[in-house]
């Protein structure tokens, strides 16, 4: 086995620490405040969220309790990157976003922003007019 194998994460360590991120993130929690709560540093809970250091099960149940949500939240959806559809508020499913974009615009504060503030829209004719204007912008930009 090479070194290289050796110091690569496993897939299911960067999931569940991409999870734990996203968690904390949902519930505007820093990582020096999870830290804090985990008796840790927040570089180790960075080490736990880029899936470098593996998450034990005594302290992956520690988390669950401080982010409010099941063990399990914490596998949801591993394995199933390329096989989700990601939707919206919009009927058809998103033509050339992968679950795993999806999850990694979730992981920015900017993603659980717009994501929080989107939902609270009630309104269809505004959702679908601020989503053609974001498709807009991006099309835009990628020009």
């Known amino acids: 086995m090479s070194e290289a194998s050796r110091k690569a994460p496993h897939p299911i360590d960067v999931h569940v620490g991409s999870r734990v991120r996203l968690r904390r993130m949902m519930v505007g929690m820093s990582q020096d405040k999870l830290a804090e709560a985990l008796s840790l540093t927040f570089q180790q809970v960075q080490k736990y969220e880029k899936g ?79 989503l053609d204007l974001i498709k807009a912008l991006a099309e835009t930009h990628n020009s």
Do not use: H, W
Request: proline share 3%; glycine share 6%; charged share 25%.
């Open 52 to 130: 470098i250091n593996r998450v034990g099960a005594s302290r992956l149940f520690q988390i669950s309790k401080i982010l409010n949500v099941p063990v399990q939240f914490f596998y949801d959806d591993f394995g199933q990157e390329d096989e989700i559809a990601v939707t919206g508020f919009a009927e058809e499913a998103a033509d050339d976003t992968s679950a795993s974009e999806f999850m990694e615009l979730l992981s920015t504060p900017e993603g659980v922003q717009l994501c929080k503030s989107f939902s609270q829209i009630q309104d269809v004719t505004v959702r679908r007019k601020l």
